[in-house]
């Protein structure tokens, strides 16, 4: 059968998500998240789904691209990135990202966000016309399930009295006996078998007693911590000293590449990065000062599957490790990070996942992680199916919202609880 594979429609639903009361050294996450679900429609009614992030300044974006796709075919990705998108640079240059702690904003990186989104929408569209897996599509899967992490933070048993929320069946874990039993819940529930502490919340001196805990109740198992870069160097090479044994790598100790740089030239611990090497410009002054030893890719913002195996490639041609950066997403994007992560040759550590702290999806079924792995599909596309129910659910929940959740601020959210705070100067310590 002939298929005729033209974008017909490109259907844009922002949702409001519910995340938990999770700290960082910007703030705590607020109750309901911003996410954009991309759907890609072929005249002959295949349907690719795609997924990013669903603040404002995406969703400007994500707009007129949108409307620029119908009538191009959906194989044709290249094309996608070619199109001319104006973004308005004053949305990004120079501007703190108010919750993403995810590194520098540029038009281009913001571009890259929107337009992986669509690219994944339609990959997952080819892959169900053709009646082939992504990962077949971006050259084969070289691995039949990808591991993950256990993604430990430090959390309040609730959000802030007064703020509407969902209920939370964690608890709270703001000490290091919290942290252990989050972690061993995380463990029993989804088996997990390495650990990364979001740290940057508490003095080092606490974190490192929390760490110590994890790795005397979990002997052996590699270990994570990640403070988002709030340390000064001396205070990352003192954490490194004290915890060098246990640690697999130290993620974010001290911001930007050259305070990054100068923490490498001192310890043998490996660090990694979701924060000073997040785009292709940063990798050549990175990568040549030896400042990371791991690269955290992440689809969204280095711009989808294809460019995290550009990413990978580079990776491996400087001796420079690779995984995987999650900050709140759904199943979507856990499919997709799935998919690519079973191509990438290089990828020798658990990929990091936020997904278990999101009750909420907008698949018919929940991605499941097996021993902390997630099976690779071989299903045609993504080989996950929407719920349009909850998804329109969750639509409701973002247009009823009178705008203060749509773009993600975990320091606004921090001052419903602390009405002074103000996002710490870094290093904050
Ligand atoms: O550095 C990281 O791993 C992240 O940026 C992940 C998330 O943004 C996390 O820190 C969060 O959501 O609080
Ligand atoms: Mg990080």
Redesign the pocket.
């Known amino acids: 059968m002939t298929r005729d594979l033209t974008i017909a429609e490109v259907r844009l639903t922002p949702i409001l998500v519910a995340d938990p009361p999770?700290l960082?050294t910007q703030g705590v996450?607020q109750p309901y998240t911003p996410r954009l679900i991309v759907e890609i429609v072929t005249a002959d009614g295949t349907t690719g789904l795609g997924e990013t992030y669903g603040d404002t300044k995406y969703l400007e974006l994500a707009r007129p691209l949108a409307d620029r796709l119908t009538g191009r075919s959906v194989m044709d990705v290249n094309g996608l990135f070619g199109i001319d998108l104006a973004v308005d640079a004053t949305r990004v240059e120079g501007q703190a990202d108010a919750g993403?702690?995810?590194g520098v904003q540029t038009a281009d990186k913001l571009r890259l966000s929107v337009l992986s989104a669509f690219e994944v929408a339609c990959l997952d569209a080819q892959g169900r016309a053709l009646g082939l897996p992504v990962h077949a599509l971006l050259g084969g899967k070289v691995r039949d399930a990808v591991e993950y992490s256990a993604y430990l933070f430090y959390k309040w048993d609730r959000h802030p009295a007064g703020v509407r929320a969902e209920p939370d069946e964690w608890g709270a874990a703001l000490d290091p006996a919290g942290v252990v039993e989050q972690a061993r819940r995380l463990q029993e529930r989804y088996g997990f078998g390495s650990f990364k502490l979001?740290g940057g919340v508490f003095p080092p001196d606490e974190e490192i007693a929390a760490v110590r805990a994890l790795a005397a109740a979990f002997p052996g198992h590699p270990l994570r911590l990640?403070p988002?870069g709030a340390w000064s160097v001396e205070t990352s090479l003192k954490v490194a000293a004290e915890l060098g044994d246990v640690l697999e790598y130290l993620?974010?100790p001290a911001l930007g590449t050259p305070a990054m740089a100068q923490v490498a030239a001192r310890t043998e611990v490996p660090l990694a990065t979701?924060?000073c090497v997040t785009t292709f410009g940063e990798i050549k002054e990175a990568f040549t000062k030896d400042a990371v030893q791991v690269v955290?890719s992440d689809h969204h913002y280095w711009g989808g599957l294809r460019n995290t195996q550009h990413l990978a490639a580079l990776c491996a041609a400087f001796g420079v490790g690779v995984s995987m950066?999650?900050?709140?997403h759904l199943g979507i994007s856990l499919a997709a990070m799935t998919q690519v992560a079973a191509t990438v040759p290089n990828l020798h550590h658990a990929c990091?996942s936020?997904y278990p702290w999101q009750s909420e999806d907008v698949l018919t079924e929940r991605i499941a992680f097996d021993g902390g792995r997630v099976a690779v599909s071989d299903a045609p596309g993504l080989g996950v199916e929407l719920d349009r129910d909850e998804l329109a659910r969750l639509h409701r929940r973002w247009a009823e919202d009178d705008g203060s959740l749509r773009d993600r601020d975990?320091a606004a959210a921090m001052r419903t609880a602390e009405p002074d705070w103000r996002t710490p100067a870094m290093p904050r310590w």
């Open positions: 999770l960082n996450h993403g702690l995810r979001k990640d988002n993620e974010d979701n924060m955290l950066h999650s900050n709140t990091d936020h975990d």
